[in-house]
């Protein structure tokens, strides 16, 4: 099983989800960036690192939201999501074709990957 990291970033009561790019694993969906957790790696310290690559943004960590296991058949793995907020940078995609900031009681209505879907499911029920 492979630990990824996730997070779910709010501004203005809206949660930031961004879509894979052509090319990547999980293409065409919609998902809170995230990633891989690296061996001796905290999870907060990973989604932090994560983020900084892929999206040119630091962020506050503000608690932990929730855990996912999903078996996509060939790799298994555990979503580990955390609830925080940008506090500086801009934006830039590396792996993501396109980001959106979203009503957290809109996300229902996007695609995506099947490990966030608990999330999903949980701010439409439960909100922020």
Do not use: Q
Not at 31 to 37: A, R, S
């Amino acid at each position: 099983m492979i630990d990824v990291v996730a997070g779910i970033l709010i501004d203005n009561n809206k949660v930031l989800i961004a879509k894979r790019k052509e090319g990547k694993s999980m293409a065409g969906y919609w998902e809170f960036p995230g990633g891989k957790v690296e061996s001796e790696e905290k999870p907060e310290d990973s989604l932090i690192r994560e983020l900084r690559e892929e999206m040119n943004i630091k962020i506050d960590i503000d608690k932990k939201f929730g855990e996912s296991i999903y078996d996509y058949g060939n790799i298994e793995i555990k979503l580990i999501a955390f609830l925080g907020k940008i506090i500086e940078g801009n934006i830039t995609l590396k792996d993501h074709d396109e980001y959106r900031w979203v009503d957290y009681k809109d996300l229902d209505k996007f695609t995506f990957s099947p490990a966030d879907i608990s999330f999903v499911k949980k701010l439409c029920i439960k909100g922020l």
